[in-house]
C-alpha cells in the first residue's frame, strides 16, 4: 500500500543536540511538506519541496534545515538554532500544487526537549 | 494560517448534530478541504469542496460553501463519540504552491 512513513514517532533531545526526523513516501508525489503542531495552534508551515534538489522556506523555518536529494525523502534537521523544538511534527505530500488529492499525511513525529 | 479561522472548541451529545464553522480570505481559493486528526496522528482528508459549488453531501458530513462570505461550514449528523477529534479546514489557492490550514476545532462527543 502507498504511504508516507514518519519515523521515529517519539524522540528525545538534549539541549544543543541536532536531531533528524525522517519522512519518506512511496505515492510517488513531487511536492512534500513540513509542519510543526503546537498544542491548541494549528499547522505551522517550516519547509517545502516541489521538485528534487529544490525546496523553500515555510513561515517558521528559522533553526531547521531540509534537504531533498530523493523523491522518496525529505528529512528535516531540528538544529540547536531553535530554541523551543517541543512540537508534534508533520509531514505531507501532494501531487504538484495539491490538486483534488489534497496532502497526504504522515503519523507524526513527537520532539522533546529533556 | 493566520488567513484561515476556526473556533477552537465545540462540545455536542452523541447522536446531535455537530456544525465546525470556517472562514478564509482569499477569494481565488479553488478547493477547499476538512481534515480530521485523532489524538497523537496525522491528519486525515476527510472530503472536499470545489469553489464553484455550493454544498456537497457524503454519507453523514454536508459540506456549505457561501463563497460571498467565504464561510465554509461541515456538518456531522448523528454524531458518535468516535467523532472527537480536531477538524482543520484548509484552502488551496490558485497558485496550489500550499494549502493554508485553519487552526483547528477540536470537538469533543459527550456521551
Known amino acids: 500500500d502507498g504511504g508516507i512513513t514518519q519515523s521515529p514517532k517519539y524522540l528525545f533531545r538534549k539541549e544543543g543536540q541536532n536531531v533528524t526526523l525522517s519522512c519518506e513516501q512511496n505515492?510517488?508525489?513531487?511536492?512534500m511538506y513540513w509542519y510543526r503542531q503546537d498544542p491548541g495552534q494549528g499547522l505551522r508551515l517550516i519547509y517545502y519541496s516541489q521538485i528534487v534538489n529544490d525546496f523553500q522556506k515555510g513561515d517558521i523555518a528559522e533553526g531547521y534545515s531540509v534537504s531533498r536529494e530523493k523523491k522518496e525523502s525529505f528529512p528535516l534537521t531540528v538544529t540547536s538554532a531553535q530554541k523551543n523544538p517541543t512540537a508534534f511534527y508533520l509531514c505531507?505530500?501532494?501531487?504538484?500544487?495539491?490538486?483534488?488529492?489534497?496532502?497526504?499525511f504522515g503519523s507524526g513525529t513527537r520532539l522533546t526537549v529533556v | 494560517g493566520e488567513d484561515v479561522e476556526q473556533s477552537l472548541f465545540l462540545s455536542v451529545r452523541e447522536g446531535d448534530s455537530s456544525v465546525i464553522n470556517c472562514t478564509y480570505t482569499d477569494s481565488s481559493s479553488t478547493y477547499l478541504y476538512w481534515y480530521k486528526q485523532e489524538p497523537g496522528a496525522g491528519l486525515q482528508l476527510l472530503t472536499y469542496?470545489?469553489?464553484?459549488?455550493d454544498m456537497k453531501q457524503d454519507q453523514r458530513l454536508t459540506v456549505l460553501l457561501n463563497k460571498k462570505d467565504k464561510h465554509l461550514s461541515l456538518r456531522i449528523a448523528d454524531t458518535q463519540t468516535g467523532d472527537s477529534a480536531i477538524y482543520f479546514c484548509a484552502e488551496g489557492r490558485a497558485n496550489f504552491n500550499k494549502f493554508y490550514f485553519g487552526s483547528g476545532t477540536k470537538l469533543n462527543v459527550k456521551p
Open positions: 505515492l510517488n508525489h513531487d511536492a
Open positions: 469542496i470545489f469553489s464553484n459549488m
Open positions: 505531507a505530500s501532494s501531487r504538484t500544487g495539491g490538486d483534488l488529492d489534497g496532502y497526504t
